[in-house]
């Protein structure tokens, strides 16, 4: 068991430009989510994947992001055209299944200057 | 829809005396719950879940959490705090009723343990 790795720790940007965050779950837990977090909050969720498939998005998931997991491993969240209110602490997670924890990545901490 | 309150922003403790984190939730159906730990710019580390059967569960590093199906409530304790427990602790909960899939999340309690 490796843990779940998320890169980059930090991302610094200019408001306006596009950034792609990475993830990789644990091998064999086949379902992986997408939080946000904001200084002093609990996470919000964003998206999960079960394998391959995108089956939910929270409404927080404006337009500007998007997210893929082509081969049911690794995982992208893109955001584009990044807004100040786009800065937070990115967290991904991984799960075998309903009645197991997530556990968590280390976060991509992003700041939209 | 699924919610979780943690009505205490913070939580100071003297070091050796028990401690309780407050947690009450929300659902339609029966509820899964969860307590993570979080430490300064790191991700959250799981501590303990109750899915069903006793509702005392144990966890990681002593601590224990008591569901209570009347109350609605998942308050997570430990018999003698440390100083090393010093975090951000957050309450998780999902509902089986739900078609949904992800946990929700409280807002989390800063707990202070004090030498």
């Known amino acids: 068991d490796t843990g779940v790795s998320q890169d980059p720790r930090h991302k610094i940007t200019k408001r306006g430009q596009n950034v792609t965050f990475r993830c990789d779950p644990i091998?064999?837990?086949?379902?992986l989510y997408w939080y946000r977090q904001t200084l002093g909050q609990g996470p919000e969720f964003l998206t999960y994947?079960?394998?391959?498939?995108?089956?939910?998005k929270s409404r927080l998931l404006s337009d500007r992001f998007s997210a893929e997991r082509p081969k049911g491993s690794f995982s992208t969240l893109e955001i584009q055209r990044t807004e100040q209110g786009d800065s937070a602490m990115y967290l991904c997670?991984?799960?075998?299944?309903?009645?197991?924890?997530?556990?968590f990545g280390s976060g991509t901490r992003l700041t939209v200057v | 829809a699924q919610s979780v309150a943690q009505p205490e922003d913070q939580v100071n403790v003297a070091e050796g005396n028990p401690l309780t984190v407050k947690c009450t939730y929300s659902?339609?159906?029966?509820?899964?719950l969860f307590w993570y730990v979080q430490y300064p710019n790191r991700g959250l580390q799981f501590l303990l879940k109750?899915?069903?059967?006793?509702?005392l569960v144990k966890g990681s590093y002593g601590f224990e959490a008591e569901f209570n199906k009347s109350q609605t409530s998942f308050h997570l304790k430990k018999p003698s705090a440390l100083v090393s427990d010093s975090a951000l602790y957050f309450c998780?909960?999902?509902?089986?009723?739900?078609?949904?899939?992800?946990?929700?999340f409280g807002g989390g309690t800063r707990l202070m343990v004090k030498p």
């Open positions: 998780a909960v999902r509902d089986t009723k739900n078609a949904g899939n992800m946990l929700t």
């Open positions: 659902v339609s159906g029966n509820p899964y």
């Open positions: 997670a991984s799960s075998r299944g309903q009645t197991y924890g997530y556990t």
């Open positions: 994947f079960q394998n391959e498939a995108q089956l939910e």
């Open positions: 091998s064999e837990h086949n379902r």
């Open positions: 109750y899915i069903t059967g006793d509702n």
